[in-house]
């Protein structure tokens, strides 16, 4: 345990969930969102471990079972799904490691509260050690009778009570925010919780990155790469530089500590783009909006798109306002 008590307050995210819930709060939401951190600390746990599994699995043979062998992402997934599926706080769940909505088991009470989440975004990274991270969003229901349906998952971002996301990085983060700024939360391994870190984030100015998959270069339609081309170099541009991880949640957080925009454009044989809708593009925008900036698809606030489907794809530019509506505006959308 290494707190300095020089520090003003030691907050832990329990204290700063519970002191900042709605006042007729049931105790339902912040629950869940106990739930969640919690999910973040075991998955922490074994992303720290990464590479490890196999050297230990053979050492200890005793109690090394198929699952230590399962790929971290589906890992994720489990241990999302299975503190939550019983607690009586949702309706129901997505993820995108899942094709269809993922029901309450019977003989569960149902809650009014419905989970999206992207287990562990960036997974192809984890064999290189490289950052990866947690992404969730909560609706409400819109179900009085609580069936847990498709439509209670396909809502617009707009309509989220809160969005988050971990980052596992040279530190473990879980950013998170219910419509009342952005709030970081350090974890400390040795003590095992959250500590507040970062309080009201917002994206400094002026931004130092633009961060985008320049490979993709001529896939992009002449407005996109205009606006590539203004970001770095552009007249009243603030000359950025570029820093791509590829690991969208590691790139955003840089972006949101040090302003930017992370872009995954439409491409010219690829008009939705790559990142999904519900389980990360949308979650991040409503942070960014909290944060003092913007999340576009290049012609409106990705929150006003509706989902029609749960794998939605679309394109996305996010990150400080400024940067984003020169977007819209270059892409001759406004
Ligand atoms: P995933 O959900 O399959 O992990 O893919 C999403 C990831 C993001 O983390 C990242 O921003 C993007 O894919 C990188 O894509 P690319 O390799 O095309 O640059
Ligand atoms: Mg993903």
Same mark, same amino acid.
């Given at each position: ?8 307050? #030691? ?7 519970? @002191? ?28 720290? &471990?990464?590479?490890?599994?196999? #050297? ?27 503190? $939550? ?5 949702? $309706? ?20 009014? +509260?419905?989970?999206? +989440? ?57 950013? +998170? ?89 439409? %491409? ?7 990142? &999904?809708?519900? +389980? ?8 960014? %909006? ?22 939605? &794809? ?6 400080? &306002?400024?940067?984003? %509506?020169?977007? @819209? ?6």
């Amino acid at each position: 345990m290494d707190i300095s008590l020089q520090s003003k307050k #030691i907050v832990t995210i329990e204290r700063f969930i519970l @002191e900042n819930q709605p006042v007729n709060a049931r105790g339902d939401f912040t629950n869940l969102m106990y739930d969640i951190a919690l999910a973040a600390k075991v998955i922490a746990h074994k992303t720290n &471990r990464a590479g490890l599994l196999p #050297i230990l699995g053979r050492a200890g043979a005793t109690n090394v079972q198929g699952e230590d062998q399962q790929k971290l992402d589906v890992y994720a997934d489990d241990v999302l799904y299975k503190l $939550c599926d019983h607690t009586g706080r949702l $309706c129901v769940m997505a993820s995108e490691e899942r094709e269809d909505i993922i029901p309450i088991p019977e003989g569960y009470e149902k809650g009014k +509260y419905v989970l999206v +989440y992207d287990p562990l975004d960036g997974s192809s990274n984890i064999d290189v050690n490289v950052s990866i991270g947690t992404i969730f969003g909560i609706f409400r229901t819109l179900d009085l009778d609580r069936r847990g349906r498709l439509e209670d998952c396909l809502q617009p971002g707009r309509d989220l009570l809160a969005a988050g996301y971990v980052l596992y990085g040279s530190s473990t983060m879980l950013v +998170y925010s219910t419509g009342k700024g952005v709030h970081g939360f350090t974890l400390d391994p040795d003590i095992g919780e959250f500590l507040l870190s970062h309080e009201n984030m917002r994206f400094p100015e002026p931004p130092a990155y633009y961060s985008v998959n320049h490979a993709y270069w001529p896939r992009w339609s002449p407005q996109v790469q205009a606006y590539m081309k203004w970001l770095r170099d552009g007249d009243d541009s603030p000359n950025l530089s570029e820093r791509y991880i590829g690991s969208l949640v590691a790139d955003f957080h840089r972006n949101l500590l040090r302003g930017g925009v992370f872009l995954y454009p439409a %491409e010219l044989r690829k008009p939705q783009g790559k990142l &999904r809708l519900l +389980y990360e593009a949308a979650p991040l925008a409503y942070l960014a %909006e909290q944060a003092g900036g913007y999340g576009s698809d290049g012609t409106q606030s990705l929150l006003n798109v509706k989902p029609q489907s749960l794998h939605q &794809r679309v394109p996305a530019y996010i990150g400080n &306002r400024t940067l984003v %509506e020169k977007a @819209e505006a270059m892409l001759g959308t406004k």
